[in-house]
């Protein structure tokens, strides 16, 4: 996870509760923020920094498989 903009206030993907920004989790009571880290405003009312440009990514290793679609 990272920001990859170095301008302004640095955010990133995190866990959120249930309630942050008033809208429910799909399941469980924790839901993915891109701005989970380093937001503006408050729990309740979250913003998104200016300048922001927050990813998140996962290496997958396929070798094993003959044709990963």
């Not at 880290?37 to 070798?63: E, F, N, V």
Request: proline share 4%; glycine share 18%.
């Amino acid at each position: 996870m990272g920001d990859s903009d170095g301008a302004g206030t640095a955010a990133y993907w995190d866990d959120v509760y249930w309630s942050f920004g008033g809208e429910g989790a799909h399941s469980g009571v924790y839901k993915g923020y891109c701005a989970g880290q380093g937001y503006s405003g408050t729990p309740t009312t979250p913003s998104y920094q200016d300048a922001m440009a927050a990813y998140m990514s996962k290496s997958i290793d396929l070798s094993g498989y003959n044709s990963p679609t």
